[in-house]
């Protein structure tokens, strides 16, 4: 896929443009705690802003049962379980019956959204409510440390869980386990996964592997299907080809609180930061701007990248970039593998956000 040629953008502002391989952010563990919320995408989606595709109506049927879930989860945990990072006090039992809903469904079907609706929709103080990615859950634990965590997410009426991680064995059990503790605490549960490697070439959703994997724990789910086409993909244009070199380097400097680095310099940066701080690697960004974007050298660094590209899109932080397209990230190889939901959810995302970028990169008007 060629560059554009039409009209060069914007001439440089004189300001020079940030850059992410000069920050090392530190991320203390009450921050971890603090921003287990909903990420900036997802403020202001309800259930009453995800549009059911009339074709699928698992998805009409996803968001009744998840509005009748929210509305059950009235009252207080059980279990005397830790407000916030200090402090205990005591709940009544928390009522019988499944406590937790698991979302089934491919990439881009609006799972998080829904998810995120069901945080918002729980009648509890945002103290109380802890949303975050299965990512995010083990750093947590990492921080804190596991008693600690139990301690300090016993005491919240729902934990919502996106894109828990079934590659992982050990990070699964260790999850599970900690599950199983709120459970007793009567700590309410949602969750959407990826795939176990290996299963992803049979056209199946995780459902199976999901319950299997958390043994235990799957007679407290509820498994809510939700079958669709990646609504990123329903009624868009195509993803914007990328941009000269000059292009990207002139709307960088032209755009408030932009970055501007080379593709490799990034790759190399991010090997040195660990993912969990990649959020406030992103924190204040304008856009990003990428010059040279390639494929991938090696899965390591493409599953860096996969990171960094959720907690972009969590921001809706623009990217405009110079290289090759997007979808030319990850080798046949890596497409066919093990973790070929997360690059192509990758590509979904990066895709959405260099729309967003594009118009960066239009000339000014008169």
């Not at 856009?287 to 493409?302: E, F, H, I, M, Y």
Request: contains cysteine.
């Amino acid at each position: 896929m060629s560059s554009p040629s039409a009209a060069p953008g914007p001439a440089p502002s004189g300001s020079a443009p940030l850059s992410l391989c000069a920050r090392e952010p530190h991320v203390p563990a009450e921050r971890l705690v603090a921003e287990m919320v909903p990420p900036p995408r997802f403020d202001s989606v309800r259930f009453g802003t995800y549009v059911p595709d009339p074709a699928q109506p698992s998805q009409r049927e996803a968001v009744r049962v998840l509005e009748d879930f929210a509305a059950g989860l009235g009252g207080r945990p059980a279990g005397g379980g830790r407000r916030g990072l200090f402090g205990f006090g005591r709940a009544p039992k928390a009522p019988a019956g499944p406590r937790g809903v698991y979302l089934d469904g491919g990439y881009g079907v609006g799972k998080t959204h829904l998810l995120a609706s069901l945080w918002h929709a729980a009648p509890a103080e945002p103290s109380r409510k802890a949303f975050g990615t299965f990512v995010e859950l083990t750093n947590l634990v990492g921080a804190l440390g596991f008693q600690q965590t139990v301690r300090t997410l016993s005491g919240h009426a729902l934990l919502c869980i996106d894109e828990f991680e079934l590659d992982d064995p050990g990070d699964t059990v260790l999850v599970s386990t900690l599950l199983s503790r709120l459970v007793e605490a009567g700590v309410a549960l949602a969750a959407t996964s990826n795939t176990l490697p290996g299963k992803l070439g049979e056209g199946r959703f995780a459902a199976a592997d999901f319950l299997r994997e958390i043994q235990g724990l799957s007679a407290h789910f509820r498994t809510l299907r939700i079958d669709g086409e990646d609504y990123r993909h329903r009624g868009l244009p195509e993803a914007p080809a990328p941009f000269t070199e000059e292009r990207v380097t002139a709307a960088a400097h032209a755009t408030e609180g932009a970055s501007l680095d080379a593709f490799d310099a990034l790759l190399d940066h991010l090997a040195k930061v660990h993912p969990s701080r990649y959020g406030a690697l992103t924190d204040g960004l304008g856009a990003v701007c990428l010059t040279g974007v390639r494929p991938v050298p090696d899965q390591s660094t493409a599953l860096r990248l996969v990171v960094l590209a959720d907690r972009l899109y969590d921001r809706e932080v623009p990217v405009l970039a110079s290289g090759v397209p997007f979808d030319r990230l990850f080798s046949e190889d890596m497409l066919e593998g093990g973790y070929r939901k997360k690059y192509f959810r990758a590509i979904s995302r990066l895709t959405a956000l260099a729309r967003d970028g594009a118009r960066l990169a239009e000339p000014p008007r008169d």
